[in-house]
């Protein structure tokens, strides 16, 4: 007879539990959270925070968040959500990812339910280190010259390279490219690969800067629009070359000609406004003339605006009262390396006359590059106690931030120039700090602006010559001086 | 009474020029007398310098004449001399004696100091070698008096024979080489007036890798340089003369050239760049003979130079700049010696005054004088040298010793001519050297040791610079120097080989060089930068193994060290001179009537620069390496009675060097001079 009663009991007992879990289901099942947020983040480098994780629960159950045991060395995780790092990622020191990481959300519900979010975090790469850079060196006899790379992250200096038995030479750069240029009576230019250090030796092609029957035009600067255009100023010269910097031949090198005839001074008979400077910015190449006499008595300065995809030169109507279509500038005699650009702005600085000693003249004037018109942003006389520095070259960070060094003639024990280094506002003009990075005792002779906003500085102290490496965040020295054998000059910088 | 500097000399000159005018009428009453041209007296106006001392030489006329050699040829064959040049004749040579530079070696013509107080340059082929009589060369000493050079001294003395002569050469050679020496001497009872003429010309058009061709400059091709042609004249008056006691020397010279300046860059057919020299210099030397006690003579000098140079810079028609230098210099002396036993004793006091002014202008515009452009300057500079040589000879050694003090008082001024507020610039200094040394031996050997204590002075460009972005230096030091130098020489006769073995070791500390530097601006200024040290050894062997034939081999080498706060300078060789010299000189007597000589240098380890960097296109070796370079010359001589030809060859093999400009060398020359003598 027990059989058959288990047989009715069993089926009774499925009853009652069905009947039981019945009546709980439509009060207490428990559900797993839901856990959502981006799966695969890229998180800049030198930063902390990831992302931001959200957990749900629909029976409103609290929900604790974790992570797995191996993500919990490097990463935080808050009950808000919110994932970092513990220690801020240095891509450049390899911590670049992928960091696998698995977040759980677990409930407090009956069952204590959880789930889980399988995320995979790399770091992004963000220019905070200084660039390889690439200097001319000269003799302080301007007997000889050579150039040196410099390593500023492994503070290396490698130098013997392009060795001349002559002076007048000065360096172009685009992206890993480097152009060592011969000047004055030597008229050449010679392109090199940078990138692979073996390879830098090695010139790729050296082409004539001057047209048949021509005397030395003296080039001054290669200024690049693309791979495959560039301008060649010629400081003696009133036509600025139009090249092919991937041209195979010497006859495919010179593509076209600008034309700068309408600026020479009236008294210059070797026909040259004396272009300077150059820089391109949104697509049209700005030149600083300094337009002098046969005597060396430098003009009314000009910048001349051409349109870099047409080759023609730009009407901006900047003064109704002259003849040619450049923007006169009110500061004399703009330098090498005069011209920077910085978003919507162009800045010039002028030296003045080398003969004058009139301060006001020597100026850091904005060319507005919508309407062209000029400001002044600041003149020499504006620094506190000068009487005899005159400003040479100045860089632009930003609309806040900018840095000029200015240089003045001493003539014990013997002649001799000493710069400074200040920093300013571009946009007011202020000038907020002196003698940064402690200049004020010896010759500058370059500023230049890397990618990471690293300010380099050449210091043409025979005695101690080589460059600085200035971090603009702090206006200190990021590293110790890069030595060089001869005086350093003009700095580019090797961009990838 | 304390006299000033200033009106001593003109003191002296006054005295000078009116003891030489009465001299000058009283010759010219005896030139008209009766004189009998057989009846000649022997005239040795110039002293005799026999300072036996090993730093000391002397080339006779006749080791040089019948060669086809410029005096720059003649030098560099005398071991310890170097000479360097840019390639072409008319350009400029540059001597260094004993590793010394250019400027630290005093040039003397007939006693008159050559070297130019604005830039501190000479000229060395400034006087072809037919109007030499002999060549004087004294390493890191003065010769007889003055200040102690660092280098040493240059001294030619003019042609002064004896006899009746009568000469004419002509040349011809490569390159467009042409030659032409007139020769002239009479001698009367009591005078010899000698004269004669040098017509020099050269094209120059040597073939010359251009860097960029000019009508491609995207080539570079070998060309004939174009632009390069050299012409000069030169003629020369000498007249010595000897009444009792009275000697008397006049001399009087007159250059004439013009060199083109090519252009090395393109080789443009539109280059018209050029240089052109007039000079007048004569000069007047007196020596009275003394018949009392203890004076043995006293001798009085007086030259007078006058030299205008125009530089032409014109690469083309639209451009035609130029610079026009002039230097005046007067010079007077007097110098008295006295013997007492075995002890002489020459006291002397000279004074120099140099102006020299410049004009400059851009197409015809005179420049402006705005600190940027060269001003127009009057620079002037006097000077007075007074000092005292004492000499002494034992009578029973055969041993003799000098001591040589000298105070040199130097006076400096610079006008800027076109300044709108002309201002000048001073500088006053004092400087004093001093030179010792012993001899010991007899003619089959003997030892020198010497000491010196030499000096150079800044010249007026380095002192104040161009005016306008070569700047003047008011604390430039002079270059000093002191040196020591022990010699020894051997003769001697073995069998009938005759031989001659000598031997000098040197050592010198240089202080306060001075070079040129140059700010990231451009702009530059004369600065003492460094120290250096150099130690030295010549070694030379002649040998007259036969009566035919003659050996002599000569080796020189240098080792220098300079010392520098300026890194690029420090540690480094010395530029611009060879530190390793060998020669070897073969003559050979073919005939009585035919010699021929080679001779090969190997001159090795030259820096171009202080910093010793080397350009080089050598992928295996980046650094590069100090130029060296090994040159042959051929020379054949053909003497028959009063006819001569001598052949010339030089660089016989064509060798490839880096001249003085660091340029190709001009390559392999030849040059033929036929020579009639006694007309």
């Not at chain 2, 390639?87 to 005093?106: L, T, Y």
């Not at chain 2, 030397?285 to 001798?299: A, F, K």
């Not at chain 2, 004793?345 to 004074?351: D, G």
Request: proline share 3%.
């Amino acid at each position: 007879m027990l059989p058959k009663l288990k047989n009715k009991l069993l089926p009774l007992s499925l009853a009652i539990s069905a009947t039981l879990l019945t009546a709980c289901g439509s009060d207490d099942k428990n559900t797993a959270p839901e856990l959502t947020g981006d799966l695969m983040p890229v998180v800049a480098e030198n930063t902390l925070a990831v992302g931001q994780y959200t957990a749900t629960d629909v029976n409103n159950d609290n929900i604790t968040l974790s992570l797995n045991d191996a993500a919990n060395a490097l990463f935080t995780l808050e009950q808000s959500g919110a994932l970092s790092f513990k220690v801020a990622p240095d891509f450049d020191n390899g911590d670049t990812g992928p960091f696998n990481v698995t977040i759980t959300a677990t409930d407090d519900g009956k069952g204590a339910l959880s789930t889980e979010l399988a995320i995979s975090i790399t770091v992004g790469d963000v220019k905070d280190t200084p660039s390889v850079a690439v200097v001319q060196t000269i003799a302080p006899d301007y007997s000889n010259s050579e150039v040196a790379y410099l390593d500023a992250k492994s503070q290396q200096v490698a130098s013997g390279y392009y060795r001349k038995d002559a002076s007048d030479y000065t360096l172009s750069s685009y992206k890993g490219d480097v152009f060592h240029i011969g000047r004055f009576f030597i008229d050449e230019i010679t392109k090199y690969d940078a990138i692979e250090v073996a390879s830098r030796d090695s010139a790729i092609w050296s082409y004539s800067t001057n047209d048949p029957q021509d005397s030395t035009r003296n080039p001054y600067a290669l200024v690049s629009l693309s791979e495959t255009k560039a301008y060649l100023l010629r400081y003696g010269s009133s036509k600025v070359w139009i090249v092919n910097p991937q041209a195979s031949t010497s006859e495919d090198f010179k593509i076209g000609e600008l034309d700068l005839t309408s600026y020479v001074h009236a008294d210059n008979s070797n026909s040259t406004p004396s272009p300077a400077a150059a820089v391109i910015t949104d697509g049209k190449l700005y030149i600083a003339m300094q337009r002098q006499d046969d005597s060396y008595n430098a003009g009314t300065a000009y910048v001349a605006v051409f349109d870099t995809a047409t080759d023609t030169e730009i009407e901006t109507n900047a003064n109704a009262d002259d003849n040619v279509k450049g923007i006169p500038l009110v500061g004399v005699n703009p330098l090498e390396h005069s011209l920077v650009a910085n978003e919507d702005k162009v800045f010039v600085t002028t030296r003045n006359g080398y003969s004058s000693f009139d301060l006001s003249l020597s100026k850091i004037e904005e060319i507005n590059t919508g309407d062209y018109t000029v400001r002044q942003v600041l003149n020499a006389g504006d620094i506190v106690d000068n009487t005899a520095s005159f400003i040479k070259a100045s860089v632009v960070v930003s609309p806040e931030k900018g840095y000029f060094y200015a240089s003045q003639a001493i003539f014990t024990p013997t002649y001799h120039e000493v710069g400074s280094l200040y920093e300013f506002n571009p946009t007011t003009g202020e000038i907020l700090t002196v003698n940064v990075a402690d200049t004020g005792t010896e010759n500058i002779s370059f500023i230049g602006l890397d990618s990471a906003n690293f300010l380099w500085v050449s210091i043409a102290n025979p005695e101690l010559p080589g460059v600085d490496v200035i971090d603009t965040t702090t206006n200190t020295m990021s590293i110790d001086r890069l030595i060089t054998t001869l005086n350093p000059g003009t700095i580019r910088f090797i961009e990838e | 009474m304390k006299i000033s500097p200033k009106k001593a000399m003109t003191k002296v000159k006054l005295v000078t020029f009116m003891v030489c005018s009465q001299l000058l009428f009283a010759k010219h009453v005896l030139a008209n007398s009766a004189e009998q041209a057989t009846d000649v007296e022997v005239i040795e106006v110039v002293s005799n310098h026999e300072f036996a001392s090993s730093n000391y030489q002397v080339l006779r006329r006749e080791d040089f004449i019948d060669s086809s050699q410029s005096l720059s040829d003649i030098l560099g064959q005398v071991n310890g001399i170097q000479i360097r040049q840019i390639s072409g004749i008319g350009n400029p040579v540059s001597i260094s004696i004993r590793g010394s530079s250019a400027k630290q070696v005093q040039f003397f013509i007939d006693g008159q100091l050559v070297n130019d107080s604005q830039f501190g340059s000479f000229d060395l082929n400034q006087i072809p070698t037919e109007q030499i009589e002999s060549i004087e060369i004294s390493k890191n000493q003065a010769i007889g008096t003055g200040s102690t050079p660092i280098g040493g001294v240059i001294r030619i003395n003019t042609y002064n024979p004896s006899d009746d002569t009568n000469k004419v050469s002509i040349a011809l050679g490569s390159f467009g080489y042409q030659e032409l020496n007139v020769l002239k001497n009479t001698a009367f009872k009591h005078h010899s007036l000698a004269f004669g003429g040098n017509y020099l010309a050269s094209d120059n058009d040597y073939d010359y890798l251009v860097p960029q061709s000019f009508d491609n400059p995207s080539q570079s091709i070998t060309q004939p340089l174009r632009n390069n042609a050299f012409e000069k004249i030169s003629l020369f008056v000498n007249d010595s003369a000897q009444i009792d006691q009275h000697q008397l020397r006049l001399n009087l010279t007159y250059n004439k050239q013009d060199k083109g300046l090519a252009n090395y860059q393109n080789n443009s057919p539109e280059n018209s760049s050029n240089i052109s020299m007039d000079s007048l210099r004569y000069g007047l030397q007196y020596n009275w003979l003394s018949n009392i006690e203890y004076l043995d003579s006293i001798e009085l000098e007086y030259y007078h130079d006058t030299k205008d140079e125009l530089y032409l810079n014109s690469q083309n028609d639209s451009q035609q700049n130029t610079n026009d230098y002039q230097t005046t210099k007067q010079h007077v002396g007097i110098k008295p010696s006295f013997t007492v036993s075995s002890l002489t004793f020459s006291p002397f006091a000279n004074a120099t005054q140099n102006i020299f002014t410049s004009f400059s202008t851009h197409n015809g515009k005179p420049n402006e004088c705005n600190g940027i452009s060269a001003c127009d300057i009057e620079a002037k500079q006097q000077q007075l040298n007074v000092g005292a040589r004492f000499s002494w000879q034992s009578k029973t050694l055969p041993l003799s010793s000098y001591l040589l003090a000298n105070q040199l008082f130097e006076d400096n001024s610079n006008v800027a001519l076109n300044q709108t507020s002309p201002s000048k610039e001073q500088s006053k200094e004092q400087y004093n050297t001093q030179e010792l040394g012993f001899n010991y031996g007899d003619n089959k050997l003997k030892t020198s040791i010497n000491w010196s204590q030499g000096v150079r002075t800044p010249t007026l460009y380095e002192l104040f610079g161009d005016r306008g972005a070569f700047k003047g230096n008011d604390n430039l030091l002079p270059e000093e120097a002191e040196t020591y130098a022990l010699s020894v020489k051997y003769h001697d006769t073995i069998s009938l080989m005759s031989f001659d073995v000598s031997s000098s070791v040197y050592q010198q500390s240089i202080e306060n060089s001075i070079v040129a530097i140059f700010n990231s601006s451009g702009t530059g200024s004369y600065t003492n930068v460094s120290s250096a040290e150099l130690l030295g050894l010549e070694l030379q062997m002649g040998s007259k193994i036969t009566s035919a034939l003659s050996v002599s081999l000569q080796a020189h080498w240098i080792d220098s060290d300079t010392q520098s706060e300026y890194v690029a300078f420090n540690n480094k060789k010395l530029p611009g001179i060879y530190h390793q010299q060998y020669s070897a000189a073969l003559s050979y007597q073919l005939s009585d009537a035919l010699a021929i000589k080679v001779n090969t240098n190997i001159d090795k380890e030259l820096y171009f620069n202080r910093s010793n960097q080397f350009e080089t296109n050598d992928e295996q070796n980046k650094t590069g390496n100090p130029a060296n370079r090994m040159v042959t010359d051929l020379s054949l001589h053909w003497r028959i009675k009063n006819y001569s030809i001598n052949f010339t060859c030089a660089n016989l093999f064509d060798e490839h060097y880096q001249d003085l400009a660091n340029r190709p060398a001009q390559g392999r020359s030849i040059q033929l001079k036929f020579s009639i003598e006694d007309i």
